[in-house]
């Protein structure tokens, strides 16, 4: 929690200084790799929290599924042939709105899975010209790696509602990076990873999500994002 505070206004070229300072060197540490804490309702854990399960994708024992789908890494608009149901209202619901919105480079950024013609505009303000700034008609849903999680209603309906769920998740480091060849490939992501991020969810905002046996967050950050391939 401490350092995606301490990161969620940096740029790019700001959070990557950090670690020519062996000192100051963030990248290793919890909460690095999660999606902007602006974004996302991060919150710290009560005092008296109770952790009814723990849950991590690839995990043999893991009462509902948690995985990083490859079909929905990278931008995805909201008319994108291949998303699950809700898609659109479960993402804002979880991850509200993407950190770029409408930009129009992101179009080519899709999901290789998800592609499709995304028409694009003047930007509003600017006369439609050779020279003129594009934007997306298509709302951006999401721009990361989305974690799913799928089938918690057996744990939800056997617990309280300030109940939390913990989510371990790790960090693919090839697909996380700054290189976007990973990123924007077909290739499953690696669940063995080290590096690991800790998110809990809590009972009742899972009860209120529009599909509380399926949710989707966009919840780690790729590089790409900030550094500017993308936007």
């Not at 079909?71 to 619901?93: K, S, V, W």
């Amino acid at each position: 929690m401490a350092t995606a505070i301490a990161i969620k206004d940096l740029s790019h070229y700001d959070r990557i200084t950090l670690s020519d300072d062996p000192n100051t060197d963030l990248s290793q540490s919890p909460g690095y790799f999660l999606k902007n804490a602006n974004k996302l309702k991060l919150a710290t854990l009560p005092t008296n929290h109770r952790v009814i399960a723990s849950l991590a994708p690839g995990r043999a024992d893991n009462i509902a599924d948690v995985s990083m789908p490859v079909h929905l890494r990278g931008c995805i608009f909201e008319r994108a042939p291949n998303l699950p149901p809700q898609y659109a209202q479960i993402m804002t619901y979880w991850s509200g709105e993407a950190v770029n919105l409408d930009d129009s480079r992101a179009v080519h950024f899709q999901s290789p899975l998800n592609e499709y013609m995304v028409e694009l505009r003047p930007a509003q303000g600017r006369v439609e010209d050779a020279y003129s700034e594009m934007a997306a008609c298509d709302r951006l849903l999401s721009e990361g790696i989305v974690v799913a999680i799928t089938g918690l209603m057996q744990l939800c309906n056997s617990a309280l509602p300030t109940d939390f769920i913990e989510i371990v998740l790790p960090v693919d480091l090839d697909i996380a990076g700054i290189e976007p060849d990973a990123f924007r490939s077909s290739r499953s992501y690696n669940v063995d990873d080290e590096q690991l991020e800790k998110v809990y969810l809590r009972i009742v905002d899972i009860m209120r999500s529009p599909n509380p046996d399926a949710i989707y967050i966009d919840l780690i950050r790729n590089e790409l994002i900030d550094y500017g391939y993308v936007y």
